[in-house]
Nanobody, 127 residues
């Protein structure tokens, strides 16, 4: 129903920046939550940022707040994650995901609660 394709990962030095992109296609709705997750080796998949297509509501994990910015281009059906001041601990595979459901407590933070996923893109931050 919904397909997500990510791009923009790579290798960057500490303090540098990367911008990840996630292009959505298929039957999308403005009410969907779009989230960015990351998973480092030996760690659980964690939500780092989220937004909705329809509004400006955003969420950031404490570990990235002030450094990462989630944004969207509705005309292009694309969501972005701008990552600045990168740290080695940001190294992970990053995934975009979509949650179809409206939730009174927003956003859902569990990976199992999201319905559609991109393929993941590796971000490596060297010291």
């Amino acid at each position: 129903q919904v397909q997500l394709v990510e791009s923009g990962g790579g290798l960057v030095q500490a303090g540098g920046s990367l911008r990840l992109s996630c292009a959505a296609s298929g039957r999308t709705f403005s009410s969907y939550t779009m989230g960015w997750f990351r998973q480092a080796p030996g760690k659980e998949r964690e939500l780092v940022a989220a937004t909705t297509w329809s509004g400006g509501t955003t969420y950031y994990a404490n570990s990235v707040r002030g450094r990462f910015t989630i944004s969207r281009d509705n005309a292009k059906n694309t969501v972005y994650l701008q990552m600045n001041s990168l740290k080695p601990e940001d190294t992970a595979v990053y995934y975009c995901a979509a949650d179809r459901r409206f939730r009174s407590s927003w956003p859902a933070s569990g990976a199992s609660e999201y319905d559609y996923w991109g393929q993941g893109t590796q971000v490596t931050v060297s010291s």
